[in-house]
């Protein structure tokens, strides 16, 4: 059973586990456990996956939320938990792996009840309230990179690397400058904000897109669903732009995208652990400004190693053009940013959870 809900952040590497299970193991039962009211149900749906059900629970989160929305949110944990216990009494499982997200919470707890061996993937540097709360109930903790293990209990972790799916490890730099129909010769930037995007991020790359496509970068620029009709608003002048190449969203399509930047510019949530060292994609960094210590944290790995520029929120719209400009412009120090981030990849991050999770029966 795979449980996982919430953001992108922990249904992607889910999915990307599910895949490695079915090629590992033709036979095995798939159940997926999502949220009520999750973002979850989409991607699950949209995924070259078959799993055998999807059931949701209620669930909500706990940490960086005011008094009475977290109150709220206990309410349907503990509504989740008697939900969570039917439905494993359904199906059954003989393992469940969670990727973290709110729904893990009352399956986590139900699992314990019933004694089912679990584990949770990490895929952060450092665990957030969820997680630390889950490894409570945890039998083992895959982790993307080793400086993780000091959070857990000695012997409760295994190094995996970070799950990719099928979708974006097979994408090629030529298949994305075919797809996105990109001129091979200019430099591609990579702008976006995770699977709801960031307006902060939008409105500052609105703001200087006019100098870059002045400058020959092409760009990239996923926007997210949920800013994508202000974001083309504010760019309206030059959206018509062949060098300006907007979405706002990619989901199979997101390794492609991978595959034609030279450079990205996010947020630091998780994937960029396992998805930029694949692709040995340098970027800059902008962690969430607020509440969500853990992407500074990542953006801090990344940096600290020279594979990243990690760049406060409240500097992005002063000193953003800029550094893009510098790195476009010293094919030496972007050549050394492509190399350092590389040697973070870890392979076949989905399998060695898939071996792991077999183990454990």
Known sequence: MIVAGGTGGHVYPALATAQALIKRYPDVTLHFVGTTDGFERPLVQNA???FDSYDEVHAGPLHGVNPLRAIHSLYKLTFGVFQAVRVLNRHKPQVILSTGGWASLPVALAAW????????????IEPGLTIKVLKRFATKVAITVPESAQYF?????VVTGYPLRA???????????QHFNLDPQ?????????SRGARVINIALGNILPQLLQDGVQVLHITGTLDWQRSQEQVAQVKNHPHYHAFPYLHDDMGLAFAAADLAVCRAGA????????????????PLAYNWRYQQVNADYLAQRGAAIHL????MQDELLDIIQRLFADSDELAKMKSCVQALHVPDGAENIARTLADMI
């Open 113 to 124: 009840f019933k004694r089912i061996p679990m584990l949770i993937y990490l895929p952060d």
């Open 48 to 50: 070259n996956v078959q």
């Open 167 to 177: 979708e974006i490890r097979e994408a090629t730099r030529q298949a994305a400058i």
């Open 186 to 194: 200019r430099q591609t930037l990579l702008v976006f904000g995770g």
């Open 271 to 286: 994937s960029i652990l396992g998805e930029f060292p694949f692709f040995a994609l340098p970027s800059i960094l902008i």
């Open 153 to 157: 209990k000695p012997g409760q972790t």
């Open 312 to 315: 406060d929120e409240n500097r």
